[in-house]
């Protein structure tokens, strides 16, 4: 590994003014990694965590909630206004890494963090590292993206991404010196628009706060994720769910997909046909097997595809219960 400086930021506009050889820190356990496998290797390495006022989580009624992106993922977890009214976000934490990681690992660098391709982290001069091969395309891609790829196949790695997406939540950025709100939906990019970063995030740029509104009288949320291991993993596949219905019919409601795109996955067509829809579970089945209609699976993971449909066939019979 190769030696770095390592400053607390003095404040955002200076953490912000960062030169192209300094890397942001937050908790570090998704950077730290990257430079120890020198995947990085920066002069200086700043640290977020000083900027106290990034870890605030509060509640406004009728607003929602406001998370600093400094909040650690236990912080989230463990705020009642959080437990009481974003159940959903509380049951996403628990379903991330261990708890050590989550003692230490910050929201905003949760939905920052980089991809867990097995090449990209190898020593593959892949695509993402600025190299001309995606080495899953004819390797080992079990566990790549079924949807939105090309001409990179990762998968998103952030459950909260997920949740955060089915909430419609908007992050707040710092950025020349200015604030700017994003919804979280235009945050994340596929490789088609570039295929060496995952957001929309330019050199400088901090993510400051996710603002989720108040999530609608009447839905119910939920998070669901398959795991290889039962301990701790990466989600294979993952869905968040919002759903309001009036008993017999669907009123509305927002699915989001992980595990299967290089981000977050909104299916629209599926989405589109949740307005209306009855709440038999023949029908309930059926939309679910119209989920990823669209897909293009890889040599190894059309499992995928399978997976979600079942995983959201149970959302929709559990959340459409009274
Ligand atoms: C073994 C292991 C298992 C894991 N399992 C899961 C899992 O199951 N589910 C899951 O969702 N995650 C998982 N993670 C990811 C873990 O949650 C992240 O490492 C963590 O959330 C990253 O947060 P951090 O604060 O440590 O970010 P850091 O490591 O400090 O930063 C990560 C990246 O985000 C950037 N960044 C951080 N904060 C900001 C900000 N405010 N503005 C702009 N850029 C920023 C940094 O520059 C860096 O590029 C796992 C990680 C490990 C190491
Ligand atoms: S999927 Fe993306 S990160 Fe993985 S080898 Fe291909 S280009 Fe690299």
Redesign the pocket.
Known sequence: MKNFKYIPAESLEKASQKKDDS???????????MIKDDLLTPETVIN?KSLKELKNIRYNAGKGLEIG??AT?TELAENSDVQKRFPVLVQTCK???SPQ?RN???V???L???PRCWYYRGEFNCLRKGGDTCFAVDGENKFHCVVGGGPCYIVH????AVSLLALDASLEIFSNGKLKTVPIDDFFILPEQNETKENI?EPG???TKIIVPEIPAGSKCAFIKFKERAS????VVSLGILLNTNGSTIKNGRIVFGGVAPRPWIDTALNTKLTGAATDEKNLKSLADSALLEAEPMSKNDYKIILVRNLLKQALIDLSKN
């Open positions: 890397v942001l820190m937050a908790g570090g356990t998704d950077l730290l990694g977020l992106a400094l993922i379903e991330i890494a990681l230490v690992g910050t905003g660098g949760n920052c963090q980089r790695p952030s459950d909260l995030l740029e901090i993510v701790w993993d990466f989600a």
